[in-house]
């Protein structure tokens, strides 16, 4: 499979964020991958940004991902779409999986939040498996991503190929960009992106904004550990890989012993 990770600017408004979404799903059709990501809460971008109350309305969440599905089935792709939503609890931080058909396969809420996100989201309860094209494949979205590995692991465990991880890191106290992918002056996120993959024996496909102080580049890491793609620093794009299934076998969190921990 040939899959899709986009890096877009932050969003000013929920219309410049679906204009951006699709200027870059129609770059990765032409490129012909078959499911593209984009980063945590990207519709109608990372609450705390001064976005207009009509924006994150749930009438205008609705519109935006129904203008999604149109995006997908236009250019026949499927997509990750990080939004917040107004469910029966309260507004959650969750990611819709559309077919290429433009059907919404369902969704994945973050269900361990940052401390700093109990006042903003509620979190959600479920793990979800989907599939497209044959390959199967897990969501877990920034923090719980970074902090629980288990949230990779689960996936992994049931059959799992891949883990997409919507994501936003930013650092404006500090205000420095990082200039080497991996590098021990970096932020630990880019070195729990190599652990998810290889201590679960699948690919990991973290998605971040590309904004002026990201503290972690967009990757996509092979199931050994080592790094497939990332995209520069501060770069709006896409990025490419052709993954193999074969190849992730969840080899390692398949032997784990879950009920020698977990009573």
Request: net charge negative.
């Amino acid at each position: 499979m040939k899959v899709a990770l986009a890096s877009p600017p932050i969003p000013n408004s929920l219309a410049e964020g679906l204009a951006n979404l699709e200027k870059l799903v129609k770059d990765a059709s032409k490129r012909q991958a078959e499911i593209i990501c984009f980063p945590e809460s990207y519709l109608p971008g990372y609450l705390g940004m001064g976005y207009a109350p009509s924006d994150q309305s749930a009438e205008s969440l609705k519109a935006a991902l129904n203008r999604v599905c149109d995006i997908a089935r236009i250019h026949s792709i499927a997509i990750i779409i990080p939004m917040d939503w107004h469910g029966s609890s309260g507004l959650q931080n969750l990611a819709f999986v559309i077919s290429s058909d433009g059907k919404t396969l369902g969704y994945q809420t973050k269900n361990q939040l940052d401390p700093s996100e109990d006042n903003i989201w509620i979190p959600g309860t479920e793990r979800q498996i989907f599939e497209v094209n044959g390959v199967k494949f897990g969501i877990t979205i920034c923090h719980e991503g970074f902090r629980y590995p288990e949230s990779v692991r689960w996936a992994a465990q049931n059959g799992a190929s891949i883990v997409f991880h919507p994501q936003f890191t930013e650092d404006k106290e500090n205000g420095k960009l990082p200039t080497e992918w991996g590098s021990m002056n970096n932020p630990y996120y880019e070195k729990a992106m190599i652990m998810r993959s290889i201590e679960n024996t699948i690919y990991f496909a973290s998605v971040n904004y590309a904004s002026k102080y990201m503290e972690s580049a967009t990757s996509i890491i092979n199931p050994d550990g080592t790094l497939n793609a990332y995209q520069n620093y501060g770069t709006s794009g896409v990025i490419f890989a052709d993954i193999d299934p074969n190849k992730a076998t969840g080899l390692l969190a398949k032997r784990f012993k879950n009920q020698l921990y977990y009573k």
